[in-house]
T-cell receptor, first 115, second 115 residues
Framework: AQSVTQLDSQVPVFEEAPVELRCNYS??????LFWYVQYPNQGLQLLLK??????LVESINGFEAEFNKSQTSFHLRKPSVHISDTAEYFC?????????????FGTGTRLTVIP | EAGVAQSPRYKIIEKRQSVAFWCNPI?????LYWYQQILGQGPKLLIQ????????DSQLPKDRFSAERLKGVDSTLKIQPAKLEDSAVYLC?????????????FGSGTRLTVV
């Protein structure tokens, strides 16, 4: 069975400071990993994903995440945050790559960027 | 392309009343999902359709929740009768079945408050 753990429910950070949002997963088979972002009153948007290949994946707005199989982690990082990064971030895992496979979500981490 | 449309955006009902939510997925997306997101938690899958057939409804409380996807396009999710613990955001998502592409597209959700 799959599960996703996001240990930090809230992360406050000052503007332009670095941030790391932690995600750990458990699964008995190979997994595919995702980070979704949810801005206030909006739906979930895909931020980045790891499917195969390079374990370091990047988004267009400066976030990156590294798949670490030995530690079963997929932590999200950004070297310098902006006010606009304030949102809820969800880590998710799937055991397949077709539209028939479900996504299992963590409980989310609320990132608050302080001016 | 147009996104996943959901309506209404907000709904307030009294317990024991009934309510229905509507979802129009992205054109051509064979798979449609309904997720329940309770405040402070990650989204939880309620039901998954592939075209107009149900793939997974193991987490759907069938004594009060029902869903259908007529003609493999639009979908409705109904709750009857509602309970206080049904207060949540109900998210609809769609995805194609192509193996080379993966990523759900989520709608903005319907926020249900049961009083």
């Amino acid at each position: 069975a799959q599960s996703v753990t996001q240990l930090d429910s809230q992360v406050p950070v000052f503007e332009e400071a670095p941030v790391e949002l932690r995600c750990n997963y458990s699964s008995s088979v190979s997994v595919y990993l995702f980070w979704y972002v949810q801005y206030p009153n909006q739906g979930l948007q895909l931020l980045l994903k790891y499917l195969s290949g390079s374990t370091l994946v990047e988004s267009i707005n400066g976030f990156e995440a590294e798949f670490n199989k030995s530690q079963t982690s997929f932590h999200l990082r950004k070297p310098s945050v902006h006010i606009s990064d304030t949102a809820e971030y969800f880590c998710a895992v799937s055991e397949g790559l077709t539209g028939a496979n479900n996504l299992f979500f963590g409980t989310g981490t609320r990132l608050t960027v302080i001016p | 392309e147009a996104g996943v449309a959901q309506s209404p955006r907000y709904k307030i009902i009294e317990k024991r009343q009934s309510v229905a939510f509507w979802c129009n997925p992205i054109s051509g997306h064979a798979t449609l999902y309904w997720y329940q997101q309770i405040l402070g938690q990650g989204p939880k899958l309620l039901i998954q359709f592939q075209n107009n057939g149900v793939v997974d409804d193991s987490q759907l409380p069938k004594d009060r929740f029902s869903a259908e996807r007529l003609k493999g396009v639009d979908s409705t999710l109904k709750i009857q009768p509602a309970k206080l613990e049904d207060s949540a955001v109900y998210l609809c998502a769609s995805s194609p079945l192509d193996r080379d592409f993966y990523g759900y597209t989520f709608g903005s959700g319907t926020r249900l408050t049961v009083v």
